[in-house]
């Protein structure tokens, strides 16, 4: 198949998370089924040392991998702009630094979004903790672009750190949301006409830390969905 050919860009942003986390991350997309792709790294930390020594080892070892270092902590949507103008794929997978995506991710996503003409799709996810032990798995995700449309008016229903898509919906970037960044970028690509989807199977590995924002920040995080 053709598209077995494209080049993929995997999209990472980190700023501060454990070593052994952000190594797992790393490792997960460098040992992918799918073997053309790049990985797009923006480092939101110039002070944290361990990760940019780690990140630069990999990109030593794996040509594949490019490596950013914000001058100073720009934030998370400014950043992932700033990485967007970096890739060179077709398509472009979000990663989290402290998720892990299974390994035939990227070939299960392309070939779910070319199969049904999608722009945009994600999965369902298996919650782990800090120490990776399995928690619960995410069901009764919309699938189609009809349901996706649907439940888009009450919440966000593509998980963030699964997204898989064409090149031409992230050419409308991220907006500074609070909390709502990712929702607020479902939204506006509704409202164009891009046709968004989940897979119901499982593809990633989502780390919930007890620090985690979307954790902390569950009540913020719903205001500001109400107010879109």
């Not at 993929?8 to 942003?13: E, I, Y």
């Not at 002070?47 to 998370?76: C, H, K, M, T, W």
């Not at 479902?186 to 046709?195: E, P, S, T, V, Y």
């Amino acid at each position: 198949m053709e598209k077995e050919k494209s080049l993929v860009s995997v999209l990472m942003t980190a700023y501060n998370e454990k070593e052994e986390h952000f190594r797992e991350a790393i490792e997960s997309v460098l040992n992918q089924s799918y073997v053309n792709f790049e990985v797009v790294l923006l480092i939101d930390n110039p002070d944290s040392r361990p990760l940019i020594r780690l990140a630069s080892r990999y990109e030593q070892e794996d040509s594949r991998l490019r490596v950013f270092v914000n001058e100073s902590n720009i934030g998370l949507v400014h950043s992932l702009n700033k990485g967007l103008k970096q890739v060179r794929g077709d398509y472009i997978c979000r990663m989290d630094s402290d998720d892990v995506s299974h390994k035939d991710r990227i070939v299960k996503q392309l070939s779910f979004l070319t199969l049904g003409d999608y722009d945009l799709v994600g999965c369902s996810v298996d919650v782990i903790d800090e120490d990776g032990a399995h928690l619960y798995k995410t069901g009764n995700l919309p699938q189609t672009p009809e349901e996706v449309n649907r439940a888009l008016r009450w919440n966000n229903c593509v998980p963030h750190p699964t997204w898989f898509g064409k090149k031409e919906i992230f050419s409308q970037g991220y907006r500074s949301v609070p909390l709502c960044e990712d929702y607020d970028f479902l939204l506006r690509a509704a409202i164009n006409g891009f046709k968004l989807a989940n897979c119901s199977e499982s593809l990633l590995s989502y780390r919930m830390s007890s620090d985690s924002i979307s954790r902390n920040n569950l009540f913020e995080q719903y205001l500001s969905q109400c107010f879109l």
